[in-house]
């Protein structure tokens, strides 16, 4: 025998329906913080040691030590993963909670979470989640980097409100002359982004 429901209870099953969804919806477009990345006792020793290694120290003591100056080939390599990256953002507190990156091949992407003015005209004081993808490798003996695409709540930036940069490698069409990308250009020796890890060696 097929069960008849009545008009309250289809009106019930309906407004059951549209609060959940409107749940789910609410929670992603206003996302909560993110979680820090923790690392382990052994991923944090490794984390320290290579902290250790770059120019500057990265080191605890709150003194210098006076030392000759000396180059190994060994500190023009940077090299981190993903899960150390995010473990050093944690360290702010102001980035913490608001700030992401994951790394794929080739891929660099972050999301960043913003507040809303309090003055702005709509959505005051409410938490937005922005998506951005950077494209990062090594060819034909330059580095390349190209701006995959920004988005919020998931929703892609047309390529005009980005200045046309969508999808157009950064240093081949700014590389000329003297600026940033030309520089940038000229000290990179070789950029891999596999998944979960980053490494970047610099000229001499």
Known sequence: M??????????????????IAGFFTYRSLFPSAFRPVELSEREQARLDA?????????GRSARLEPEPYRENA??????????????????????AERFAIDLSNNLASAKLLVDVPPDFP?????TIAINAGL???????????????????????????????????????????QGFWSAFSDGVDSIQVTDGELQIVLKE
């Open 50 to 58: 290579k902290l250790e290694s770059l120019p500057g120290g990265g």
């Open 122 to 126: 709509f959505l005051a004081g409410k």
């Open 74 to 95: 060994a500190s023009r390599e940077i090299n981190f993963t993903e899960r150390e990256l995010n473990s050093l953002l944690a360290s702010s507190p102001e980035m």
């Open 2 to 19: 097929t069960r008849r429901f009545s008009g309250w209870q289809i009106a019930f099953f309906i407004l059951l329906v549209i609060v």
């Open 135 to 177: 494209e990062l490798s090594y060819e034909r003996g330059q580095p390349i980097v190209v701006l995959r695409g920004v988005s919020v709540w998931g929703v892609p930036i047309p390529s005009a409100w980005l200045g046309g940069l969508r999808n157009v490698d950064l240093v081949q069409e700014f590389g000329g002359g």
